[in-house]
């Protein structure tokens, strides 16, 4: 049976919408600014294969778990959780999924508006035409001036911030439609040309060799890939579970997801293709960091024909498409204060705005004035500056958590009549996703936690 249940802040027009609107959550900074980082961090090729893994195995069932739940309660997370909790009943305390993923929420939108201020600015900075003809070490100091600039940070997070706010109090419905028919296809065919210029550089199948031969991987790595896997599509936190609450009935599950799922992972391997052979053309190093992209791609754009437009073109919808992921990132909060506490979604969004803006205060300052002030976590990290433990806390430990629990919960405290009806798939399809989320997720999760923190 399929819940009968409605949205109070109303439905996708087409599933069409949806599946625009959950692929522009997941296609964002997650895939052209961290996956090429972290895979150069993490030593490349195994790094690559255990997140594509994590991907299809891990990734795949629980987003389907994650849009079901959403599907049938019908609220933002927190109540869809109570709700769900007491259809099945099962106990109350289930809400503090709901909430988890709400605190996650805030703090990776804390980080994700700064670096997505990073993209903004490298709009103009791209526009100004400096990167003509730039070398390696020029490109890099200019990124260098940036970041060590907290005032300037400062306000590209601002106006990031404000951004979404804006587009989430006017209701994530209105506008995003337009916004990411046309610009997601912009910014696959923008990264064909830098790929395309990639291979111009005598690299090309040295960045493949990199991302595609297996070689050594830290425990800490298995974590990354796997929080990650999380991470870039957008899940463990109440955004693809929101973003399910507003989905029509008949719409196909499995379907959308597959299709998600596999536009995601495209991105993030173009971006790889695009930026590694840049990396070694240029004497850079695969593992600089989060400045990586912006070190990287400016020289391609510096150097091939109309790179001024082209460059410019993809920092704005590299902006675009962090600008969608954002405004799925504060729905559950949104929503939730609307439903619990009243209020019409421009206060909502204005105060969830305001805290988050706050939070952000700390990354902006991570990379200058606080660059040499960490932080612990016993089990987990020693010394990291206040960016790098919030990316840590919630890619490597929030997300998974809660793709933990929300595996738990759809494959084993769900009656099987619910999901299936909700699900609606063939018969396959079904037994497959069920194996997948009640036992090879929820393992995979519990043994790569466990060896990360090296208790087992
Ligand atoms: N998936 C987004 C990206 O790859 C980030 C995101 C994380 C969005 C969590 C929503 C929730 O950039």
């Not at 419905?173 to 696959?188: D, Q």
């Not at 929503?335 to 803006?357: C, D, F, M, P, Q």
């Not at 932080?375 to 929030?398: A, G, H, R």
Request: hydrophobic residues 55%.
């Amino acid at each position: 049976m399929t819940s009968e249940r409605k949205s109070i802040h109303g439905q996708w027009s087409t599933r069409m919408m949806f599946i625009l609107a959950a692929t522009g959550s997941a296609v964002g900074l997650g895939n052209i600014w961290k996956f090429p980082y972290i895979t150069g961090e993490n030593g490349g090729g195994t790094f690559v294969l255990v997140y594509l893994l994590c991907i299809a195995l891990i990734g795949v069932p629980i987003m389907m778990a994650e849009i079901m739940l959403g599907r049938r309660g019908r609220q933002s997370p927190i109540n869809t959780m109570s709700t769900l909790a007491e259809d099945e009943k099962r106990n109350k305390r289930w809400v503090w999924l709901g909430w988890m993923g709400m605190v996650a929420g805030f703090l990776i939108l804390s980080y994700y508006s700064v670096i997505a201020g990073w993209a903004l600015s490298y709009i103009f900075r791209t526009a100004s035409g400096v990167f003509i003809g730039a070398t390696a070490e020029g490109v890099s100091s200019i990124f260098g001036d940036l970041v060590s600039d907290p005032e300037r940070l400062l306000a590209w997070h601002t106006i990031f911030m404000v951004m979404t706010t804006v587009v989430v109090s006017r209701g994530v419905k209105n506008g995003l439609e337009v916004a990411i028919r046309f610009l997601m296809p912009s910014l696959l065919v923008l990264l064909l040309m830098v790929v395309a210029y990639a291979m111009t550089t005598g690299h090309f199948m040295e960045g493949v060799r990199f991302m595609f031969t297996p070689g050594e991987i830290t425990q800490e790595g298995v974590l990354t890939a796997m929080g990650h896997a999380f991470f870039t599509l957008s899940l463990g936190m109440g955004a693809i579970m929101v973003y399910g609450s507003y989905l029509p009935r008949q719409t196909s599950i499995a379907k959308a997801t597959a299709f998600i799922a596999l536009a995601d992972t495209a991105v993030a391997l173009l971006a790889g293709l695009a930026i590694f052979p840049i990396v070694f053309a240029n004497g850079l190093m695969p593992g600089e960091g989060p400045g990586l992209i912006f070190k990287t791609l400016p020289i391609a754009f510096g150097q091939m024909e109309a790179g001024t437009l082209v460059g410019t073109a993809f920092f704005i919808l590299l902006t675009f498409a962090a600008w969608t992921s954002a405004i799925s990132i504060i729905e559950p909060a949104v929503a939730w204060l609307v439903e619990n506490k009243g209020v019409n979604r421009i206060y909502a969004s204005a105060w969830v705005g305001l805290v988050t803006w706050v939070l952000g205060l700390g990354t902006v300052f991570s990379f200058n004035i606080w660059s040499d002030k960490t932080w612990s976590i016993p089990y987990l990290f020693d010394d990291y500056t206040f960016f790098d433990t919030l990316d840590k806390l919630t890619s490597n430990v929030l997300l998974p958590l809660g793709g933990l629990f929300i595996a738990i919960f759809a494959g084993w405290l769900m009656r099987e009549s619910s999901s299936r009806g909700e699900l609606d798939s063939v018969g396959w399809v079904f037994r497959i996703w069920q194996i997948l989320l009640r036992f090879v997720a929820p393992i995979a999760v519990i043994i790569v936690f466990l060896k990360a923190v090296k208790i087992i």
